[in-house]
Nanobody, 120 residues
Framework: QVQLVESGGGLVQAGGSLRLSCAASGTFFSIPTMGWHRQAPGKQRELVAT???????NYADSVKGRFAISRDNAKNTVYLQMNSLKPEDTAVYYCQIVARTTWASVYDYWGQGTQVTVSS
């Protein structure tokens, strides 16, 4: 019922920028939290950034000052602006939403993932 479609990944040189987008569709009453996670080969998935419906943000220490998360509530879309990219940012990036789909049900949903590769 709820679907997340990611876009914006690709190959970029170190120091470059990318902007990831994740659009949510389906039937829901609200999306209290949106966020991004990433997972590199052989590594555990880690939280990158989150943003609440009220605009409160949280970032991993490794991306503070370089990445910025934002959301467009009218479009049910979350963005991740990534600047000053480093090779260690290379990973599959997954968007996540916490959505209220009924008056009493809240669930966690994930996008399909988009590859970000930063070359040195």
């Amino acid at each position: 019922q709820v679907q997340l479609v990611e876009s914006g990944g690709g190959l970029v040189q170190a120091g470059g920028s990318l902007r990831l987008s994740c659009a949510a569709s389906g039937t829901f009453f609200s999306i209290p939290t949106m966020g991004w996670h990433r997972q590199a080969p052989g590594k555990q998935r880690e939280l990158v950034a989150t943003i609440t419906s009220g605009g409160s943000t949280n970032y991993a220490d490794s991306v503070k000052g370089r990445f910025a998360i934002s959301r467009d509530n009218a479009k049910n879309t979350v963005y991740l602006q990534m600047n000053s990219l480093k090779p260690e940012d290379t990973a599959v990036y997954y968007c996540q939403i916490v959505a209220r789909t009924t008056w009493a049900s809240v669930y966690d949903y994930w996008g399909q993932g988009t590859q970000v590769t930063v070359s040195s």
